[in-house]
């Protein structure tokens, strides 16, 4: 996997102080996309052991929420195995710690992945300029979804995440 950054201290892309990874490789192409550097999945540099080890000692701090991964796209084929494992790891090291989600990809085609079961809230659907809003939180469109994941398991129903 590929990454452009890790940015510490983030209040835009979820509840409370986050941590954000900004991973290469997105198929979405979402027309006036704010980050489309981050479309080339051989752009960036690759995740280490040295980012996975600077991404936990921000998770570490106990004024941190969480994590939001984002890009790109966390789902693009390249980075799901190694997103989803970095999932795992930090569910059993940072218990407390939500996990937020960026993808282009709708709820329902990838609410069976296994990745779904590791993240807490999950910002789903492209960016569509012409839905373009300021007044949204977490999103930039609105036909974007924030989906509380476990509310929603729980129920069967979709259930959007409130602030």
């Not at 941190?64 to 789902?75: E, Q």
């Given at each position: 996997m590929r990454f452009h950054n890790i940015t510490k201290d983030d209040m835009l892309?979820?509840?409370?102080?986050?941590?954000?990874?900004?991973?290469?490789?997105?198929?979405?192409?979402?027309?006036?996309?704010?980050?489309?550097?981050?479309?080339?999945?051989?752009?960036?540099?690759?995740?280490?052991?040295?980012?996975?080890?600077?991404?936990?000692?921000?998770?570490?701090k106990p004024y941190?929420?969480?994590?939001?991964?984002?890009?790109?796209?966390?789902?693009y084929r390249s980075n799901e195995p190694e997103i989803l494992e970095l999932a795992k790891e930090i569910r059993e090291k940072f218990p407390g710690k939500t996990i937020w989600l960026y993808t282009g990809s709708v709820w329902d085609e990838i609410k069976d992945h296994e990745i779904i079961g590791y993240v807490d809230v999950l910002v789903d659907g492209e960016y569509v300029k012409e839905l373009r809003s300021t007044q949204l939180y977490w999103r930039g469109s609105s036909n974007q979804r924030v989906i509380d994941v476990k509310k929603t398991l729980e129920s069967g129903t979709l259930s959007l995440h409130c602030s």
């Open positions: 892309n979820g509840d409370g102080l986050r941590v954000v990874l900004w991973v290469a490789g997105c198929s979405h192409r979402c027309r006036e996309c704010q980050n489309p550097v981050t479309w080339d999945p051989d752009g960036g540099i690759p995740f280490t052991e040295e980012s996975k080890r600077e991404l936990f000692a921000e998770l570490g941190i929420s969480g994590v939001t991964f984002s890009g790109g796209d966390p789902l």
